[in-house]
Structure formats: structure tokens, C-alpha cells
């Protein structure tokens, strides 16, 4: 069972070293440097500290600014799921909001506060902040209308109504749509790192093109890869399991 | 008390309520029988402020108010004490410990939540839910659906003892043969001949002035109602003292009821 499990690990590494080697082959151990000569370089930024400090770093950003994108997108997201009217007039907005390339965002941060922490926190913030708003929001607005006039009848409190019937409601919805920013909070602060900060994982692997040092750019994207990886495949496969659980042909009452 | 006066109401153009003047004083019962789709619901609806009226005025004589709704309306993701608690006063604890009793005493699992029971358990459990905020106000709507001969029992008993603890009952159904526990004022809503809409008129108020439809209470089914173990105590920690009810013997209220009394006047689009 364990090594069945293991297997699809085993066939990807395979075939990516297999493909690695023969582009190596091919191109050139200029261009394309064999594993044999990245797996050391590897080895030697794991057993780095300040490589961990620039991994801990990215790490940190896209947290901290997915975790501001998910308290904004809560703070508004109710409010506006249970008005029909915002959703219906947000809703253009949220989709343009949705469809700006992060490029667009790194420019204009780059420009509105300079390089910095700035940049790669704003990015993230405003590459997820759209599409978990719109989760928050239908998911206010898939609750039983009928639980709110419940809530009113009986004067319950509103925190209440919150804690036990709003964010309940909100969170397969919510788990959706943060297994969705996981991803792109990993992806999209490499990205504003390489164009607009001096550390973290983006700016080593930008550092490592500008001095052409290809053992150090596929090192570093291999690292790039595995976190992503390993953010794909256990928390967010973890929260689409959730999300599962929580769906609503097992929640709604007859 | 409950009171509606010159209450009317359209739904998508269309009339539903054209005027209605009501008046429940506390410790009464009154129950609207008619068919389907005659707007009891909107009615009891409007009463509980959820609906508002297109003309007229709702009043009720206090905040606590038990609406038993037609529909199941269960929050999914809670069990049968969390959906009791959750309407509640009090601190958590305490109303947590109350829904629990009220939970047992209707018969349901404290953990499992609606999705998973059966439709007369998920009926309780609306039930146990309306009785147990101790309301002043209660509205029933088909409060009888579901419901096997035990299970009405209970419910009338419950009623009952509102009614005892001076509660205003508001009931609309159409099954009115359960009624014949409890002392209600019955105002039959039917089908006008033309097709146009239905004018009842119908004094409301105190036990001596009832109308030709009324059902009188007090028969031999009120003995085996009030029978029924008795209810946990209030949040408040008050002891919860009930004398042995019995809602033939019940007076009720006759001067206010007399001055009260108004004309009730349904328009009834069907």
C-alpha cells in the first residue's frame, strides 16, 4: 500500500531526472547543467541557513499577505453575500479585479511604494483577495435564507448568527477558494520577488539568471518546486478533502 | 397579546391578505383553519414581523416569541441541542444544559444533526426549539404536520401550559380535528362560492364571547395533555412551578378581552 502510494512519486522524479539529462546532453552542460551537478549545489543551499532565511522569507510574505486577503475577503465578503444587490453590482468589478495579471499589480506597486516588502505583499494580496471575496460571498449567499429569519424571530445575537450559522455556511466555500490562493500566493510571490525585491526565493533564482549561474537556477527552482509541490499535495489537497466534507448535498436539511 | 389591525397584504400583485384585524390577549388561543394557499402563513408571518404588511399594524405585548414554522428550519450543521441553544438566552453553558433537556424531553439525540434524522424527529425538534424559549408570543404554523397521536399530544400540552403561563396563541392549520384538546377560539377560513374573496368575521377575546365556529376546550383529552413530564426550568434558574393546567377552567381575560374584542375581517384571495 505504502509503496503503491509511493509510485507516481517514484515514475515523476524518474522521468523529469531521465528528461533533465538528456536536455543536459544535448544542449550542453552550459545551458542545461546535468543532476549530477545541481544535486550538490542543492545539498549545499539546504545545509545554508540564509538559503532557509530566503525560503522562510517567501514563505512568510505569501502567508501574511493570504491571510490579510482572507480576513478582508471575510470582512467584506459577508456583508456583501448577504445583500443580492452588492453581489450583483461587485460582481463586474470582482471579475476585472480577478483578470489583471500579477505583472499588472508589480508594476503599479513598483511605481506607487518602490521595491521592497511592499511589493510582493501587496501582489499576493491582490492576485487572491478577488477570488476568495467571490467565495465568501456566495457562499453568505447559498445559506438558507430561512436560517436568518430564524435568527430574527428569536432575537439572536449577532455574533451567534455569525459563529454559528454564517461562517459554517461560509467555509466549504471558503476552503474552495483557499485551495485555489495557496497555490497562487506561493507562484505569484516568487514572481513579485524576482521583479521587485532584493530576497527571497524569487530574487535568488533572478540573482542566479543575471550571473548566468545555472547550477544555482536550477537549484533554486528546484526548491521553487518542491515547496509548491508540497503545498499542493498536502494542504491543499488536505483543504479540497475538507471542502468535500463539508459540501452541501451533506449539510442541507430536508 | 397579539394584535393585527387592518393588516393587508399582496404577493406579486396579487392580494392575499385584503384586511385583517385580530386580536389574541394573553393567555388565549386562536386558530385559523382554512385551505391551502389563503395566506395563514403570510399572516403569521407578518405577526412575527417577518413580512411587512403592506397597510395596517402589528403589535405584540413582548419580544419572546415562538414561531413554529411551517417548514423545517434547522441549522444543518448543528445537532438537536445546538439548534435549540442557538435560540436561546443566557450564558453558553446554561443554554446548553436547557436544550439539552428540551432535546430529551422530545425525544431527540442531542448530536445529531437534521440532515440525518428522520422528517417527525427534525418535526420535534422544530417544536422542542419554538417551546423552548418560554415565549409570551407563540405562532404554530401546521404545528400538527408530521405529528403521530403522541406527539400532538405533547404538543397540545405544551400549548397549553404557554397558554397557562400567559402566552398568546396564534395557530393556523387544517387539521383542526387535534383541536378538540385545547381551548381555542376555531375561525374557519372557507372557500367563498364566487370565487372571490372570503370575508370572515369573527369576535376574538375572551372565553365567554366565542364565535359559532369555536371549538370548546376541556375535553377528557385535556387530562391526559396536561400529564406530561414537567418542563425544565426557565435560564433564569427559577424554579419551574406549573400547577396542574386544565384550560376548560382557564377564565381568561374578559375585560380586556370585551374591549379587545374587534372584528375580524379576512379577505381571503383564493
Known amino acids: 500500500m505504502r509503496l503503491r502510494s509511493l509510485l507516481p512519486h517514484v515514475v515523476s522524479i524518474g522521468l523529469l531526472l531521465g528528461a533533465w539529462t538528456l536536455a543536459s546532453r544535448a544542449l550542453g552542460q552550459g545551458l542545461v547543467p546535468p543532476p549530477a551537478t545541481v544535486l550538490p549545489v542543492l545539498g549545499s543551499l539546504l545545509a545554508s541557513p540564509p538559503a532557509w532565511a530566503e525560503l522562510g522569507l517567501t514563505l512568510a510574505r505569501g ?8 480576513g478582508a475577503a471575510l470582512v467584506l465578503g459577508v456583508p456583501a453575500g448577504r445583500s443580492a444587490t452588492a453581489i450583483r453590482l461587485l460582481g463586474p468589478l470582482v471579475a476585472a479585479l480577478q483578470s489583471c495579471p500579477p505583472v499588472l499589480w508589480i508594476s503599479l506597486v513598483m511605481v506607487w511604494a518602490g521595491t521592497g516588502e511592499t511589493v510582493p505583499l501587496a501582489v499576493v494580496f491582490a492576485t487572491v483577495f478577488p477570488p476568495l471575496f467571490a467565495n465568501v460571498a456566495q457562499g453568505c449567499m447559498a445559506i438558507d435564507p430561512r436560517l436568518f ?94 471542502a468535500a466534507r463539508f459540501s452541501p448535498t451533506t449539510r442541507r436539511s430536508a | 397579546m397579539i394584535e393585527l389591525f387592518d393588516v393587508s397584504k399582496s404577493v406579486a ?85 436547557v436544550a439539552g433537556e428540551w432535546a430529551e424531553r422530545f425525544g431527540l439525540p442531542p448530536s445529531v444533526p437534521p440532515p440525518s ?54 395557530l393556523v392549520t387544517h387539521q383542526t380535528r387535534p383541536l378538540a384538546g385545547l381551548d381555542c377560539d376555531l375561525l374557519e377560513l372557507d372557500r367563498d362560492p364566487d370565487g372571490g374573496p372570503v370575508r370572515i368575521a369573527h369576535g376574538v377575546g375572551g372565553g365567554a364571547n366565542r364565535g359559532p365556529g369555536s371549538v370548546p376546550g376541556g375535553s377528557a383529552r385535556n387530562g391526559d395533555a396536561t400529564r406530561a413530564a414537567p418542563l425544565p426550568g426557565p435560564l433564569s434558574g427559577e424554579p419551574s412551578v406549573r400547577p396542574a393546567s386544565h384550560p376548560a377552567s382557564h377564565p381568561g381575560p374578559r375585560l380586556p378581552g370585551r374591549l379587545a374584542n374587534r372584528l375580524l375581517t379576512l379577505f381571503c384571495r383564493y
Request: positive net charge; hydrophobic residues 50%; charged residues 20%.
Open chain 1, 63 to 70: 502567508g501574511l499577505a493570504l491571510a490579510l486577503a482572507l
Open chain 1, 149 to 242: 429569519a430564524l435568527s430574527r424571530t428569536y432575537r439572536v445575537p449577532r455574533a451567534r448568527v455569525l459563529a454559528r450559522v454564517v461562517l459554517p455556511g461560509v467555509v466549504p466555500y471558503l476552503l474552495a477558494g483557499l485551495s485555489y490562493a495557496l497555490s497562487a500566493a506561493w507562484k505569484v510571490a516568487a514572481v513579485a520577488e524576482y521583479l521587485a525585491s532584493g530576497e527571497g526565493v524569487g530574487a535568488r533564482l533572478y540573482w542566479a539568471y543575471r550571473m548566468l549561474d545555472m547550477p544555482g537556477l536550477f537549484a533554486w527552482a528546484l526548491v521553487l518546486v518542491t515547496v509548491g509541490v508540497g503545498l499542493e499535495m498536502g494542504l491543499v489537497a488536505r483543504l479540497r478533502r475538507m
Open chain 2, 13 to 97: 400583485g396579487r392580494p392575499v391578505i385584503a384586511s385583517a384585524t385580530l386580536v389574541v390577549p394573553p393567555g388565549r388561543c386562536l386558530c385559523l383553519a382554512g385551505p391551502s394557499g389563503c395566506g395563514k402563513t403570510t399572516l403569521l408571518e407578518i405577526a412575527a414581523g417577518l413580512v411587512r404588511p403592506d397597510r395596517g399594524r402589528v403589535r405584540l405585548g413582548s419580544p419572546r416569541v415562538g414561531y413554529l414554522f411551517q417548514d423545517d428550519v434547522l441549522v444543518p450543521w448543528l445537532g438537536a441541542r445546538g439548534n435549540i441553544a442557538y435560540v436561546l438566552d443566557g450564558p453558553a453553558r446554561e443554554r446548553r444544559r
Open chain 2, 117 to 170: 434524522m428522520s422528517g417527525g424527529m427534525r418535526r420535534r425538534l422544530n417544536l422542542a426549539r419554538t417551546f423552548a424559549t418560554r415565549p409570551d408570543v407563540l405562532l404554530l404554523d401546521e404545528p400538527f404536520a408530521f405529528l403521530d397521536d403522541h406527539w400532538q399530544e405533547v404538543l397540545l400540552a405544551e400549548t397549553a401550559a404557554a397558554m397557562e403561563r400567559g402566552a398568546a396563541v396564534l
